[in-house]
């Protein structure tokens, strides 16, 4: 079906039948450089299964009435005024909860719990004129409402990426009242679907500001080098407001002696290719950062931005260049020490600290936009990362709401990341099943990314299994393979299929001339259990299966990247085994408590090895 027809069918549909427009307001670039006042903290919160405070007992949506009774709607916070009124909810009287947090890791009685919990945090603001505020939360999962001082501000729907909602002229000096309905119930329509092997963390799990900006200000801008050409730079911006027609904005980049200036046009908007002198180019060897500047007025905003070029040629994978090997490791967002879902720079600087202590260059942040401090940390250490949309295993392919909201969810991510020179790929799915509708909804997004980013791969994580009559020979049979710059896929031998030993007889037959990542393997090993190696979920185990698999995948010839199946121990409600798993995947070559496994030393040195062989061949 062709691209556009498909796009005007999915329009006419969701007006029609008012499937939820996920697009929302746009997204406002570089919070950390802006004038702004954090909401993070102790809120106040009540759970609310039966989402009492927002449908009415015949399931009316509460903020679509004219006239919600207050007793009952949450968002009002209303008080009673009488003694004898009938009042049936109390955030000041309610129990406190952190922002940003999950809520499972915070109360023992919501380890568990999926479904709606209400958010209150009381402030005072004080504004100046001619400016405007807006509402900038990094992320709540899955679907929020949001409301301030009694008034919806909007809905945001996927649990991983920020949102921001306009507030000028709604803010009191005193006594403002921020509520925000989060519901993490899981949805087979929704992204992702039912079924993870990762734990449905709920809740506010990054930061809330307030943002405050000129009445015209600068809304987002792209500063990279142009695609395959280092001695050009790309640069767009797009003003917001009244007067952002006809306006001068600069650029300065004093360390490489760039100052230019862009003029907006009527929409605001100004773009600008210019030659540069040979920079410090941005590797994990040499991670510079330069500072950049855009000044509209008497606003300046600034941002540490590093500047590379990356590509495939043939089966190589060039980084300003020159061919890679990706030395990865894959990453879910949890801080297993502190438990729950990992979100400051601090859990950003513990994670890849432990992926560079292992030789890494490269994270697979999996499977959904982890927090914005990831990326940026990943640009100071030097850390290519593949960024992912949470499309995994089997969503509902042929629902229009399904794509539209996959697709958003992808255009948050790369406009939120696409300054950041530490993202090398896009991935908009992981192991998903080989059928029409899956593959043209996923050359959409592959399309989308493309048409938002030009400069990063785009992969996805694939699926492989041995070929008929040659159980030994493996290969991946998916039509997505063409669509893909880096053909990219997991594997389980030894561990789902046969055992380490099995690795020994087999062989990958890949027919593209493209770079080949094995984007997962690995196997459950319980730190500190040891044992012979025949022993499954003993360290011995798991490290016999690295050193079969790593041998077995070197004979690739397109390898360029592996990024195993994982870092860290990880909370899974599909692991219950008792004395073993306990609600943790334990293929983690690290445990929840920090603590290395034997496998962790054997990749360690495959990647002394493979640093030397790549960077000595230079
Ligand atoms: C899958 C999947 C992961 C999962 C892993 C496992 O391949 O992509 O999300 O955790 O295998 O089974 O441990």
């Known amino acids: 079906m062709k691209h556009s027809i498909f796009f005007k069918t999915i329009l006419l549909i969701v007006l029609a039948n008012n499937v939820p427009a996920f697009a929302q307001q746009p997204l406002i670039a570089n919070i950390e450089s802006r004038q702004t006042q954090t909401l993070n903290g102790m809120w106040k919160y009540i759970v609310d299964p039966y989402e009492l405070g927002y449908y009415d007992y015949r399931g009316q949506v509460r903020d679509t009435q004219n006239d919600p009774n207050p007793s009952e709607t949450f968002f009002l916070n209303y008080k009673p005024v009488h003694p004898s009124e009938r009042v049936e909810y109390n955030f000041d009287a309610s129990d406190n909860i952190l922002v940003p947090r999950d809520w499972n890791s915070q109360k023992e009685k919501l380890f568990y719990y999926e479904g709606t919990l209400w958010y209150y945090k009381a402030f005072d603001y004080t504004s100046v004129p001619n400016r405007r505020q807006f509402v900038y939360i990094g992320a709540a999962n899955y679907e929020a409402d949001v409301y301030l001082n009694g008034k919806k501000l909007g809905k945001h729907i996927g649990g991983f990426t920020p949102f921001n909602f306009e507030i000028t002229g709604m803010l009191n000096p005193k006594d403002n009242f921020l509520i925000i309905k989060v519901d993490n119930k899981r949805g087979l329509e929704k992204i992702p679907t ?32 142009s695609p395959k050409d ?64 855009l000044i509209h007025q008497n606003q300046k905003l600034t941002e540490k931005i590093g500047f590379r070029t990356i590509e495939t040629k043939g089966a190589d994978i060039l980084l ?29 600087q513990m994670l890849l600290g432990w992926a560079k202590e292992l030789g890494c260059n490269f994270v697979r942040l ?76 996923l050359k959409l997004l592959i399309e989308t990314a493309r048409s938002l980013d030009k400069v990063r791969l785009v992969s996805a994580a694939l699926e492989q299994h041995s070929v008929e009559q040659f159980a030994n020979i493996h290969t991946i049979d998916d039509p997505l393979q063409q669509f893909v710059d880096v053909i990219s896929f997991n594997q389980y031998i030894g561990w789902y299929s046969g055992l380490p030993e099995s690795c020994k007889s087999v062989v990958f037959d890949i027919k593209f001339d493209k770079p ?91 990647y002394k090895v493979k640093k030397e062989a790549f960077e000595t061949k230079k």
């Open 320 to 348: 300003n260049g020159e061919s890679v090997f990706l030395r990865g490791i894959s990453i879910h967002e949890e801080n297993g020490i502190r438990g729950g879902r990992a979100y400051s720079r601090e859990d950003a």
């Open 366 to 441: 999996a499977h959904y936009p982890h927090n914005e401090n990831m990326a940026r940390v990943a640009d100071e250490m030097g850390m290519m990362v593949w960024a992912e949309v949470p499309v995994y295993w089997t969503i509902q392919w042929k629902n229009e709401a399904t794509f539209l909201n996959a697709k958003n969810q992808l255009t948050e991510l790369i406009t939120r990341d696409k300054n950041r020179s530490s993202v090398i790929i896009w991935s908009v799915a992981n192991e998903t099943p080989v059928q029409p509708e899956r593959t043209q909804f």
């Open 194 to 225: 039912v079924n993870t092997d990762w734990w449905n963390y709920g809740g506010i799990t990054r930061d809330v500001q307030i943002v405050d900006v000129a009445e015209t200000f600068i809304r987002d801008y792209y500063v990279q080098l």
């Open 516 to 606: 080949v990542i094995i984007s997962e393997f690995g196997g459950d090993a319980l730190q500190g259990l040891h044992g012979t190696k025949e022993e499954r979920w003993t360290e011995e185990f798991q490290e016999d299966l690295y050193i079969e698999t790593l041998k077995m995948i070197d004979k690739i010839p397109q390898l360029r990247g592996v990024s195993p199946w994982i870092l860290a121990d990880f909370r899974s409600p599909r692991r219950p085994l008792p004395n073993i798993q306990e609600g943790w995947n334990r293929k983690g070559l690290i445990s929840e408590t920090g603590n290395k496994k034997r496998a962790f030393f054997v990749l360690q040195e495959y």
């Open 230 to 293: 280092r001695t050009s730079l790309d640069v767009w911006v797009q003003l917001d407001g009244k007067n952002k027609a006809n306006q001068k904005v600069t650029l300065e980049i004093s360390d490489a002696e760039i100052v230019t200036t862009l003029t907006t046009d009527e929409n605001g908007f100004a773009q600008k290719t210019l030659k540069t002198k040979v920079l410090n180019y941005w590797s994990p060897q040499k991670p510079f950062l330069y500072q950049v500047n």
